[in-house]
């Protein structure tokens, strides 16, 4: 995690606490609402630069930044913070094309999929799934079964098992570590070898780091530079330069 965010995690965390009392057991939304209540851009690591507008939508808060027609939803751990994609969201609003969603993923059925519906609602035509540790495992499993479906996802370090992604036919990126105590390498190969879809790609780095850990570590520059491109080769007809 970048370190000028471990400052907002304990606050994150209590909101989300304190927000999850009102919002378990409800039914997910398919447009979203401005709120001016939930927890404040802090608690995403977000400053007024990144310009973001506050969303609430199937129970869940979260933070829209940019105004592109192709969504991104970011979808946390289960440490609950979006403050997990610190590093990853200064080069995702570098593109004009894209809208991102930072959330606090709560592991609740249909979260992934109220998200993706959200971004649709508010003009985006193409919709990128991208999900960390817990949330990666999660956004396999709802890639694999969303109407429409996705565009494409990437799972970092997702606890996947085989049995996850069997009807999994979207383009799909995994990154993961060789000796990640939670999805060491050689269940990453095990898992990416029963994905179905024909465009699948799989990078398995050295060390134990875990999800979004990968962006902040040795070959955090090759990490981000294979989700970059990724996200701007699934990006449908709409042309993102690569050089962005």
Not at 98 to 124: H, K, N, V
Not at 176 to 189: C, L, V, W
Not at 203 to 222: C, N, R, S, T, Y
Request: charged letters at 15%; a negative charge; one cysteine or more.
């Amino acid at each position: 995690m970048s370190p000028r965010c471990w400052g907002t995690v304990l606050t994150s965390l209590a909101l989300t606490i304190a927000s999850s009392c009102t919002t378990a057991g409800s039914t997910p939304a398919a447009t979203a609402s401005p709120t001016s209540s939930g927890p404040p851009e802090s608690a995403y690591c977000l400053a007024p630069k990144d310009h973001a507008r506050a969303v609430h939508f199937g129970g869940l808060d979260g933070q829209v930044i940019g105004s592109g027609p192709i969504g991104v939803v970011l979808t946390n751990g289960s440490s609950n913070t979006p403050c997990e994609f610190a590093t990853l969201l200064p080069r995702l609003e570098a593109i004009s094309e894209f809208r991102t969603l930072l959330y606090f993923y709560q592991a609740m059925p249909d979260s992934i999929a109220a998200a993706a519906q959200m971004l649709r609602s508010q003009g985006c035509h193409w919709v990128l799934l991208v999900g960390q540790s817990l949330g990666g495992a999660k956004t396999l499993i709802a890639a694999a079964n969303l109407k429409p479906p996705p565009d494409a996802a990437i799972s970092l370090s997702g606890e996947s098992t085989t049995d996850d992604v069997r009807n999994l036919s979207i383009p799909t990126l995994i990154l993961a570590s060789e000796q990640d105590h939670f999805f060491p390498g050689a269940t990453a190969r095990q898992v990416f070898a029963a994905i179905p879809a024909v465009d699948k790609q799989l990078k398995v780095f050295p060390g134990g780091l875990h999800g979004a850990e990968l962006f902040d570590g040795p070959q955090g520059e090759e990490a981000l530079g294979l989700v970059m491109s990724f996200l701007r080769a699934h990006a449908s007809p709409v042309a993102v330069s690569p050089t962005q």
